[in-house]
T-cell receptor
């Protein structure tokens, strides 16, 4: 059965304490894996697109990587303003144009 | 410019009202989406329009009626909603075909009383 999962569900970090968020997927015919950041009450903000195993993308303190079964979002030396929910989503052959989202990881960075 | 504009930002409506949500993008994207998001849950797909034609309808109740008047605009007409329909409604757009990222609007916070 196709599915997208994320772990952990919630994560609390001290400012400067690096960590990684996980997105695992079991789909046939991956067309793209996408990372978004969402602040409370607002729409998801696009971060990265990954297409194939071994691909990496980087932006400021964030780095996204992709394997054949999972993606990681690495956060280096986070700041309180990085606190948000991080969502991964996939497009795959079985989903057509739909973006299927994982449940998200709620990140809190404490000063 | 990667902006998707949604109006209104907040909406309170009674169960007998008729209202519409509006969405606009000027990125030339030919796929447009409506998602529904409940608190602490991920967005769930409602409808997809591809090249102004409805391509996906995720078994949404008929009290929600989408409309795509042209390639830049997307509407969601609401009628006889229930309190459980209260949620954040998100519009998004992306290039066609599959594999391009979607850009989301800031959403409409809908409360049904």
């Amino acid at each position: 059965e196709d599915q997208v999962t994320q772990s952990p569900e919630a994560l609390r970090l001290q400012e400067g304490e690096s960590s990684s968020l996980n997105c695992s997927y079991t789909v046939s015919g991956l067309r793209g894996l996408f990372w978004y950041r969402q602040d409370p009450g607002k729409g998801p903000e696009f971060l990265f697109t990954l297409y194939s195993a071994g691909e990496e993308k980087e932006k400021e303190r964030l780095k996204a990587t992709l394997t054949k079964k999972e993606s990681f979002l690495h956060i280096t030396a986070p700041k309180p303003e990085d606190s948000a929910t991080y969502l991964c989503a996939v497009q795959a052959d079985n989903y057509g144009q739909n973006f299927v989202f994982g449940p998200g990881t709620r990140l809190s960075v404490l000063p | 410019d990667t902006e998707v504009t949604q109006t209104p930002k907040h909406l309170v409506m009674g169960m007998t009202n008729k209202k519409s949500l509006k969405c606009e993008q000027h990125m030339g994207h030919r796929a447009m989406y409506w998602y529904k998001q409940k608190a602490k849950k991920p967005p769930e797909l409602m409808f997809v329009y591809s090249y102004e034609k409805l391509s996906i309808n995720e078994s949404v109740p008929s009290r929600f009626s989408p409309e795509c008047p042209n390639s830049s605009l997307l509407n969601l007409h609401l009628h006889a909603l229930q309190p459980e329909d209260s949620a954040l409604y998100l519009c998004a757009s992306s290039q066609m075909p599959q594999g391009a990222e979607a850009f989301f609007g800031q959403g409409t916070r809908l409360t049904v009383v």
